[in-house]
């Protein structure tokens, strides 16, 4: 039973750029939320999918922007990138948008140069 | 808006003395959850409170949830060095809240 995949690992960008990152949640999850880690810090909360819809946002500009497909894979793209946005990107998925716990994903480690 | 504040920031402990880190909310949580995250790896879910008071335990590990619902601790008796790492509390005021994630208490082990 897989867990939570995410790819790719490593990226490095340029200012201005545009990437896109994917997450294939744990077998039997139906929800992918995704999170922002800088060095030394919690994650932070970008948003929610569940049913081919972001139901919950954090407080991420509209340049941050994702997608579910019907498989419960999730895509997060961030457009015009910025030096302040080289963090880890955590994918995590739950059965439910409710109270379960979630299961990371090793995360991918994006930088900007 | 919602603060969630951990104590401490980091903590150095020698092998086999204890650890507590603290969690604390400004606001009335429905939930809190706890993760451990090793250096280099990714946050991996520890246990959920609800209830007032609760308290739960996994073998050295004990979890307790404040009475008024703002606040909980997790307390490791007798440290390893498998211990170390950072310890989240991860909130929710309400059931289908977003999830806001503590800044984290690293702990570090001297064998």
């Known amino acids: 039973d897989a867990g939570v995949t995410q790819s790719p690992t490593h990226l490095i960008k340029t200012r201005g750029q545009q990437v896109t990152l994917r997450c294939s949640p744990k077998?039997?999850?139906?929800?992918v939320s995704w999170y922002q880690q800088a060095l030394g810090q919690g994650p932070h909360f970008i948003f929610q999918y569940y049913e081919e819809e972001e139901r919950q946002r954090g407080n991420f500009p509209d340049r941050f922007s994702g997608h579910q497909f019907p498989n419960y894979s999730s895509e997060l793209n961030v457009n015009a990138l910025l030096l302040g946005d080289s963090a880890l990107y955590l994918c995590?998925?739950?059965?439910?948008?409710?109270?379960?716990?979630?299961?990371f994903g090793p995360g991918t480690r994006l930088t900007v140069t | 808006g919602q603060q969630v504040m951990q104590i401490p920031q980091y903590q150095h402990v020698q092998e086999g003395e204890d650890f507590t880190t603290y969690c604390n909310s400004s606001t009335t949580l429905s939930n809190i959850q706890w993760y451990k995250q090793r250096p280099g790896g990714h946050p991996v879910f520890l246990i959920q409170l609800v209830k007032s008071g609760e308290v739960k335990k996994q073998k050295r590990l004990t979890f307790q949830f404040g009475e008024a619902k703002k606040n909980s601790s997790l307390h490791i008796t007798a440290t390893q060095t498998t211990d170390v790492g950072t310890y989240f509390c991860?909130?929710?005021?309400?059931?289908?809240?977003?999830?806001?994630f503590g800044p984290g208490t690293s702990l570090s082990v001297i064998p």
């Open positions: 077998s039997g999850h139906d929800t």
């Open positions: 991860a909130v929710r005021k309400t059931s289908y809240d977003k999830v806001i």
């Open positions: 995590a998925s739950s059965y439910r948008t409710g109270t379960y716990e979630q299961y």
